[in-house]
């Protein structure tokens, strides 16, 4: 059996599915009042089409149709953490942009993301991430499995460890950068809320 979602680094071929998630993610937080950065979140995607992308902007597909990108840094979790926190080995999450018509899919990023590290040879102790948006931050605690740690200033701080999931593969893939992922043959699922956040 095919698992029905597969995970890989983003190539050139992928920037007009990147450039339709993140129109459908604009639409969708305008259509609530909600700001977007539309500049910030071009140029994430941008080094797809100039050919200037190192593989850190990875996508999430389901049956060939992006429904998910993030980015991963891991030169430190970013402003916010204490000196202890920063001295633990961790890959920062940002800038994750999640189909909005696509069920859960903030929930397969974060296992997959906890999976992928926990088979590293180096495991890290965390992956991290932050956001303004205490909402959000909400959000990916209770329902992508992150423990948000504290508010500093204006942004969450959230954690999440890494961890081996049993039969993941059965449901998310891993594919070689530039691997063709092929057309979408599936209907979108019903509307969620899940938001960039970084």
């Known amino acids: 059996m095919t698992a029905p979602y597969s995970v890989r680094a983003l190539a050139g071929p992928d920037y007009p599915q990147a450039g339709v998630l993140l129109s459908r993610r604009w639409a969708h937080e305008a259509k609530r009042g909600r700001p977007v950065d539309q500049s910030r979140d071009a140029a994430v995607i941008r080094p797809l089409r100039t050919g200037d992308h190192s593989h850190e902007l990875h996508g999430l597909f389901d049956d060939g149709q992006l429904v998910a ?15 202890p926190e920063r001295a633990e080995s961790s890959i920062r999450v940002l800038l ?3 189909d909005p018509g696509h069920r859960s899919v903030g929930r397969l990023v974060s296992l997959w ?26 959000h990916v605690a209770a329902t992508w499995g992150w423990e ?7 942004f969450h701080l959230l ?3 890494p961890g081996i999931k049993p039969q993941l593969n059965l449901l998310i893939t891993e594919q070689e950068a530039g691997a063709s992922a092929g057309g979408s043959t599936r209907r979108p699922a019903l509307a969620r809320t899940d938001h960039s956040w970084c």
Do not use: Y
């Open 148 to 154: 948000e740690v504290r508010q500093t200033g204006s």
């Open 159 to 161: 954690q999440l460890p």
């Open 96 to 98: 994750v942009f999640t």
């Open 69 to 83: 990108m993030w980015r991963l840094d891991s030169n430190g979790p970013g402003p916010g953490w204490s000196t």
């Open 113 to 138: 993301l906890a999976d992928h590290f926990a088979r590293a040879s180096r495991p890290p102790v965390w992956l991290r991430c932050s956001t303004p948006n205490a909402r959000l931050a909400a």
